[in-house]
């Protein structure tokens, strides 16, 4: 069908029913206070047995602003990290879910995520969090050579050639780093985020009402999906084999806003049933880039994982997908039927996606070096707070008096932050597998959008973060 106008009217009824009072902020306020989405408590690093219990750190939308688009440059940002997450929780209220046993604390969490009454404040935080999250891609997209089939396996092609000589950074970083085997544990939890959403999104395709304009797409995606799921047993192997649950949510906390941001962006789609231009288009990056990236991806968690990595496997049954090939099976005769309008739309889908993919890396590749050199950032801590001191440099700062076992669900900061222990203990981190002591006069720099949490060990932990200018942090950090 043609998509000159890519916004259907419910959703525009809806962002007018969030935006009663001229507040839409009231909607995700509301909707963020259901039970599942509470504060992270001390037990809750992880929650393998809940897969409802998903940790939004609701105290911190009393301050953060959702009623406008974020920019690009922002997208790995506060905001963008809690956005995400809620709208994850809303797209998969549309899914059933079960937990592996049937203990009391997910039924209690699980009739709340499914409840009537969540569900409807879902549907209402959804345009608000759909336009603060991803209208940004309104703007910056690659412009399409013409409106053609031909240009658009042009660029599909470009991007397969563009991996093939250089594979996602992040994996490179994975193993050069003096912790190898934590970075592919982090890998694999972003990869956690996305992947199954994907697929997830390739099924939603397949369900789409296609038969008589393209009889041959819902087989092909079907085939995707059996492929999929016929590797759900190597996909748990890889998963348990490194110490990890293979539950979507189970390492919730330390799922990056960038792994979170590529689900949502192919969900969103395939909930979306008049945007399948654009979900079509999203899907051939998907699957380009798991065809691609199969193999140095394989290798790369082979050597920080140290054991075998039967996953993953080519996305389509038998064969190796080809740009060309891949066009062709996914728009089939739609360009024919319904113009250059469909054309544009996989082409925006296509390049959209590709942004999401990039930022990704970028984002993950940021994440693993900084982990790595947490004891480097203990030193620039150190002369940051001398400078301040000798320099007699006052700066906003923020003070937190913390009691025995308070924990920071996992967030990130909009500035650099210096942390300075005043008094008592606490554990820090940033990764399913290290906790880092902190304790009386230990300092620590954090970076802007660097995903990090906390516990208190002690009665009481006085601490304070002061934040530092971007002059003052480049200056600082420079080795």
Sequence with gaps: MPEKNDTPAPRTVARSLAELNGDPNAI??????????????????????????????????????????????????????????????????????????????????????????????????????????????????EPLAAPTVDAVKAGVRAYRDGLRDEPPTAFATATSVKDAHGAGV???????????????????????????AHPGLRPFLLSVWQRWTEAADDYRALWTGAGLSPSATAHWQFLLGSSLARGNHLLGLGLDGGRLGRLLGALAQFLIERETTAAPLAATLRDTLGHAVPYPRPPAAGTALEPDDLVD?????????????????????????????????????????WADRVDDFKTYAERVQDHLTTEHIEVDLDTFVESHEETSTTHVHDDHRLVMVE??????????????????????????????????????CVYHQPIIPEDMFQKFTTD
């Design 423 to 460: 008094s008592g203990q606490m554990h820090f981190w940033h990764n399913v597998t290290h906790r880092i002591a902190l304790s009386e006069g230990d300092k620590l720099l954090i970076p802007t959008s660097r995903l990090h949490g906390s516990v208190v060990l002690s009665g009481t």
């Design 186 to 212: 982090y890998l694999l939890l972003q990869l956690g985020a996305f992947l199954p959403a994907g697929y997830t999104a390739v099924a939603r395709g397949a369900l789409a009402e296609t038969g008589a």
């Design 28 to 141: 995700l306020k509301a909707y963020a206070a259901a039970a599942p989405f509470r504060a992270a408590t001390a037990e809750e690093l992880t929650t393998p047995d809940n897969p409802y219990r998903r940790p939004v750190r609701p105290d911190d939308l009393g301050w953060l602003d959702y009623s406008k688009v974020l920019p690009a440059d922002e997208q790995q940002l506060l905001s963008g990290l809690l956005g995400h997450r809620m709208l994850r929780n809303a797209y998969d209220a549309e899914h059933g879910l079960l937990p592996p046993d049937g203990n009391a604390a997910a039924r209690a969490d699980g009739a709340v995520f499914h409840a009537p009454d969540t569900r409807l404040l879902a549907a209402l935080a959804r345009p608000v969090l759909e336009h603060h999250l991803f209208g940004f891609l309104e703007e910056g997209r």
């Design 329 to 369: 099976r996914l728009l089939g005769p739609l360009p024919g039927l319904f113009g250059e309008p469909f054309v544009v739309a996989f082409h925006e889908g296509f390049t959209d996606a590709v942004r999401y993919a990039r930022a990704w890396d970028a984002d993950l590749t940021a994440q693993l070096a």
